[in-house]
């Protein structure tokens, strides 16, 4: 089945230790998203790939950055993580079409900061 | 900015109690409206889209309704399966345009269906 995976599932890091998540697609989706989600919380966009071209959102911090090498791998970079850092991380994937385009997304992975 | 608000924050039902969640969004133009449920952990698995006032979508026990201000996710009697967090999503802009815009969520109705 055409799916997002994303790994870990779980990862623990070190206060301030850089930490890479990655995500991968078989959708073959020419957008791929990173949302951060809280406890209880709604999923926030962090920024977006469409294509090779790469979209900040306006709030998100300078720790956070990623990288596209091709079409089906997305990775996540955190810099310096802090304790605020921890979160689920979500990937998402869609085809730009007319109109509204659904993302679908992958299992997420589970970041704790120690 | 857009915005959703998804109410109530938790609805607990006896199995076989139908009900209705609600979101209620603002947004400059809608592209599409979108539902999904996420299971404790895991990402969100998309349900139904949504593009204009007066269109619904039926998925086994679930029915998604869209008026101008908000939409309605029906589940009629619902089953312990059914216990999950049901995400409410906008996507703004033009209408008829496209591009690459991510996703607005509401923080979600916590569903419980009891046996």
Same mark, same amino acid.
């Given at each position: 089945?055409? #799916?997002?995976?994303?790994? @870990?599932?779980?990862?623990?890091?070190?206060?301030?230790?850089?930490?890479?998540?990655?995500?991968?697609?078989? +959708? /073959?989706? /020419?957008? #791929?998203?990173?949302?951060?989600?809280?406890?209880?919380?709604?999923?926030?966009?962090?920024?977006?790939?469409?294509?090779? !071209?790469? /979209?900040?959102?306006?709030?998100?911090? !300078? /720790?956070?950055?990623?990288?596209? @090498?091709?079409?089906?791998?997305?990775?996540?970079?955190?810099?310096? @993580?802090? +304790?605020? !850092?921890? %979160? #689920?991380?979500?990937? %998402?994937?869609?085809?730009?079409?007319?109109?509204?385009?659904?993302?679908?997304?992958?299992?997420?992975?589970? +970041?704790?900061?120690? | 900015?857009?915005? $959703?608000?998804?109410?109530?924050?938790?609805?607990?039902?006896?199995?076989?109690?139908?009900?209705?969640?609600?979101?209620?969004?603002? $947004?400059?133009?809608?592209?599409?409206?979108?539902?999904?449920?996420?299971?404790?952990?895991?990402?969100?698995?998309?349900?139904? &889209?949504?593009?204009?006032?007066?269109?619904?979508?039926?998925?086994?026990?679930?029915?998604?309704?869209? &008026?101008?201000?908000?939409?309605?996710?029906?589940?009629?009697?619902?089953?312990?399966?059914?216990?999950? &967090?049901?995400?409410?999503? $906008?996507?703004?802009?033009?209408?008829?345009?496209?591009?690459?815009?991510?996703?607005?969520?509401?923080?979600?109705?916590?569903?419980?269906?009891?046996?």
């Amino acid at each position: 089945d055409a #799916m997002v995976i994303q790994n @870990p599932r779980y990862q623990v890091t070190q206060f301030g230790k850089p930490v890479t998540l990655s995500c991968s697609q078989t +959708l /073959n989706h /020419n957008v #791929m998203y990173w949302y951060q989600q809280k406890s209880s919380q709604a999923p926030k966009l962090l920024f977006h790939y469409y294509d090779k !071209d790469f /979209n900040n959102e306006a709030d998100t911090p !300078d /720790n956070f950055q990623s990288r596209r @090498p091709n079409t089906s791998f997305c990775f996540l970079d955190i810099r310096s @993580p802090g +304790l605020g !850092d921890a %979160a #689920m991380y979500l990937c %998402a994937t869609s085809r730009v079409r007319q109109g509204g385009t659904e993302a679908f997304f992958g299992q997420g992975t589970r +970041l704790t900061v120690v | 900015e857009d915005q $959703v608000t998804q109410s109530p924050e938790a609805l607990r039902l006896q199995e076989g109690e139908s009900s209705s969640l609600n979101c209620s969004y603002t $947004v400059s133009g809608l592209r599409g409206l979108f539902w999904y449920r996420q299971d404790p952990g895991k990402g969100p698995e998309f349900l139904f &889209t949504l593009y204009s006032a007066g269109e619904e979508k039926e998925k086994e026990r679930l029915k998604a309704t869209l &008026t101008k201000k908000e939409s309605f996710l029906h589940i009629t009697a619902p089953k312990p399966e059914d216990s999950a &967090t049901y995400l409410c999503a $906008v996507q703004g802009g033009d209408p008829s345009g496209g591009g690459a815009d991510g996703l607005t969520f509401g923080k979600g109705t916590h569903l419980i269906i009891q046996p």
